[in-house]
């Protein structure tokens, strides 16, 4: 009986056609849906092109570079020599400090300057006022970090606008905020306040939009003033908004931002000031010294992604959706 079977379905199959495969089911539908993928295109060959292939330079963090053998597998390979010299460098681990502060300082100070402003135009009932301050707010995004440390140099220098007024209204002694190291990640930490909170608080009053009005109606028969509205039922809404936000800016918590840095550096507060992205171009374009350099580029991307993980798993355990 079981032979008399397999012979009929063999011969069904034979009548019918072999059924596709997963391939085949996957060839046919991006035919369908080609000029979806089309649209895609430009993006995945900027990755491609851009993120992917360049990948191939991270080679050079185990070998002696030498760029005069014309090639990058020409170069001796030292293993992971380079990598234990980033544990070995007095000033590497200063650097890694002077980074892990701005970066700490920038999600402790200006990540939730966001949140606030977001909840403050949410609260706005004017849409004229509401529509206007959000288009003030988030105009110095566009402004490049040449322009915005200009701006801030010109009002903070010796004879700036604000030394001016401290000596001449108030008769205080001028302070050198661009040159005193003490005052180098406060300066830092003011400017991306500046530039960039009032970007982020699009995504928030998106989240907020998306608030069922009928949460604060129930609150307020169950006679919550606006404070409570605000911590019972605004900010549970936009949470796990918060939580996908603040993972991705764990993983950048090594990335400070290179031309900002750069443009605020001076012989003064170097030390205070130098953070690995700086760092990573002194050394291996201004020193040639490009192993070490892509080794401390590796390594921050490693640390990167393990942060990532581990705030995505904290996430979950915590009830939260997280990013995958």
């Given at each position: 009986?079981?032979?008399?079977?397999?012979?009929?379905?063999?011969?069904?199959?034979?009548?019918?056609?072999?059924?596709?495969?997963?391939?085949?089911?996957?060839?046919?539908?991006?035919?369908?849906?080609?000029?979806?993928?089309?649209?895609?295109?430009?993006?995945?060959?900027?990755?491609?092109?851009?993120?992917?292939?360049?990948?191939?330079?991270?080679?050079?963090a185990?070998?002696?570079?030498?760029?005069?053998?014309?090639?990058?597998?020409?170069?001796?390979?030292?293993?992971?020599?380079?990598?234990?010299?980033?544990?070995?460098?007095?000033e590497?681990?200063?650097?890694?400090?002077?980074?892990?502060?701005?970066?700490?300082?920038?999600i402790?100070?200006?990540?939730?300057?966001?949140?606030?402003?977001?909840?403050?135009?949410?609260e706005?009932?004017?849409?004229?006022?509401?529509?206007?301050?959000?288009?003030?707010?988030?105009l110095?995004?566009?402004?490049?970090?040449?322009?915005?440390?200009?701006?801030?140099?010109?009002?903070?220098?010796?004879?700036?606008?604000?030394?001016?007024?401290?000596?001449?209204?108030?008769?205080?002694?001028?302070?050198?905020?661009?040159?005193?190291?003490?005052l180098?990640?406060?300066?830092?930490?003011?400017q991306?306040?500046?530039?960039?909170?009032?970007?982020?608080?699009?995504?928030?009053?998106?989240?907020?939009?998306?608030?069922?009005?009928?949460?604060?109606?129930?609150?307020?028969?169950?006679?919550?003033?606006?404070?409570?509205?605000?911590?019972?039922?605004?900010?549970?809404?936009?949470?796990?908004?918060?939580?996908?936000?603040?993972?991705?800016?764990?993983?950048?918590?090594?990335?400070?931002?290179?031309?900002?840095?750069?443009?605020?550096?001076?012989?003064f507060?170097?030390?205070?000031?130098?953070?690995?992205?700086?760092?990573?171009?002194?050394?291996?374009?201004?020193q040639?010294?490009?192993?070490?350099?892509?080794?401390?580029?590796?390594?921050?991307?490693?640390?990167?992604?393990?942060?990532?993980?581990?705030?995505?798993?904290?996430?979950?355990?915590?009830?939260?959706?997280?990013?995958?």
């Amino acid at each position: 009986m079981g032979d008399l079977e397999r012979m009929e379905q063999s011969i069904a199959t034979e009548r019918i056609g072999t059924p596709p495969g997963r391939w085949d089911k996957l060839k046919r539908r991006m035919w369908r849906e080609r000029y979806v993928y089309m649209l895609l295109l430009p993006g995945v060959l900027y990755y491609i092109v851009y993120r992917y292939i360049p990948m191939g330079g991270l080679v050079i963090a185990f070998q002696e570079f030498n760029p005069f053998h014309g090639s990058i597998w020409k170069n001796d390979w030292v293993g992971l020599k380079n990598f234990a010299r980033i544990f070995e460098d007095a000033e590497v681990v200063k650097v890694i400090w002077n980074t892990l502060q701005l970066s700490f300082l920038q999600i402790f100070m200006a990540f939730p300057i966001s949140i606030v402003l977001a909840i403050m135009l949410n609260e706005a009932r004017n849409e004229a006022f509401k529509r206007i301050v959000q288009s003030m707010v988030y105009l110095p995004h566009f402004l490049s970090w040449v322009v915005v440390v200009g701006i801030f140099v010109v009002f903070l220098r010796g004879e700036g606008l604000i030394n001016t007024f401290l000596v001449g209204k108030l008769g205080w002694e001028p302070i050198p905020f661009l040159t005193d190291p003490a005052l180098f990640k406060p300066v830092v930490i003011l400017q991306v306040i500046w530039k960039e909170s009032g970007w982020g608080t699009i995504i928030f009053l998106a989240a907020l939009a998306g608030v069922n009005p009928s949460l604060y109606e129930a609150a307020v028969i169950d006679g919550a003033n606006r404070w409570r509205q605000l911590w019972h039922v605004t900010l549970p809404a936009i949470r796990s908004v918060i939580v996908i936000l603040f993972i991705l800016r764990l993983g950048n918590v090594l990335d400070t931002g290179f031309e900002q840095i750069f443009l605020m550096l001076n012989p003064f507060n170097t030390e205070s000031g130098n953070v690995l992205d700086t760092y990573v171009y002194f050394k291996g374009i201004q020193q040639g010294d490009v192993s070490f350099a892509t080794a401390v580029g590796m390594f921050k991307g490693l640390v990167g992604l393990v942060l990532v993980v581990l705030a995505n798993r904290a996430a979950k355990k915590f009830g939260e959706e997280g990013l995958y």
